[in-house]
Nanobody
């Protein structure tokens, strides 16, 4: 499985961005998919996750600090996962990674270690 993240860029505080994560090699419709981010000098942190068709279809989880501003979704026909980011803040500046957990069905892990496949990351920079 290859994951290709895109959609990052430079925006001003308060603006929105939508990230995409396109999977290739096989369908990821049964996988839990996640978004993580890593800011300079900080550890990689969980942003959001979404279950696949084997579990509670489309169930989502978010980092508490991001709930209400970020929305994760997936289009299984396109083998793609999205992260809609609204009301962006300078502290959202980071490299955003998508990841796939092939062994999970209904449980969204917030730790990065169980995820099997990772995209290359896309830079999001929010200016004040």
């Amino acid at each position: 499985v290859q994951l290709q993240a895109s959609g990052g860029g430079l925006v001003q505080a308060g603006e929105s961005l939508r990230l995409s994560c396109a999977a290739s090699g096989r369908t990821v419709s049964t996988y839990v998919m996640g978004w993580f981010r890593q800011a300079p000098g900080k550890e990689r942190e969980f942003v959001a996750g979404i279950t696949g068709i084997s579990g509670s279809v489309g169930a989502t989880a978010y980092a508490d600090s991001l709930k209400g501003r970020f929305i994760i979704s997936r289009d299984n026909a396109k083998n793609t996962v999205y992260l809609q980011m609204n009301s962006l803040k300078p502290e959202d500046t980071a490299v955003y990674y998508c990841a796939a957990d092939k062994d999970a069905t209904w449980f969204i892990t917030r730790s990065h270690s169980p995820y099997d496949y990772w995209g290359q990351g896309t830079q999001v920079t929010v200016s004040s």
